[in-house]
């Protein structure tokens, strides 16, 4: 794999964009429902399912990071309450999911300048309940890894969720903005 140069992630940035506004419609227009059939995993720490976001390919984009260290593309989606919260700039509610999904990535065959998302190595959701830790914002974290097509609960815990987030405490633990908000 090509290391990235500044063209590949202006590539990257501008794809980005184009499907975040392609993507965020206005709340007034049906959505087509995307079924999803997750498999039925739970985290061994806290218990959260990946059932409980069964229905993430109909939450909406609210952004996406590229992660240098992971070489790694990675999709932020908001189920309604939690994008209600990333458009007005409000505290997150009970009930709010964010999903991030981790794409490997590859060049475009038809224009090998730009780099696409290749397979899904990871989804990873946090949910605000008020039964999880106040010390962390309420939120609980979940990762699920994709190893060969099958996916699997993170055994190491969500220890380093925590500990990640941990460091975004002055925005409610939440490193994304929404980026159309600008």
Known sequence: ???????HILSILLLIIGLISSCNDSENEKYIKIPSSVPNLKMPENNLSFKEIEDYKNYKIVATHFRTDKNELRYILA????????????EFPEGSKIVKIGW????????????VQDSIRRIEYMIKR???DKKQGNWGYAR??????T????????????????????????????ALNQ
Do not use: R
């Not at 794999?1 to 063209?7: F, S």
């Not at 490997?104 to 780099?115: D, N």
């Not at 699920?144 to 097509?149: A, C, D, L, R």
């Open 1 to 7: 794999m090509k290391k990235l140069n500044n063209a």
């Open 79 to 90: 189920n309604k309450k939690a994008f209600k919260a990333f458009k007005n700039k409000t």
């Open 104 to 115: 490997s990535i590859k060049e475009m065959p038809e224009f090998s300048p730009a780099l």
């Open 130 to 132: 008020n039964d999880f």
């Open 144 to 149: 699920f890894v994709n190893e060969k097509g």
């Open 151 to 178: 996916y699997k609960s993170w055994d190491e815990g969500t220890q380093s969720c925590v500990s990640c987030h941990d460091i975004a405490k002055k925005t409610g633990y939440v490193f994304s903005e929404w």
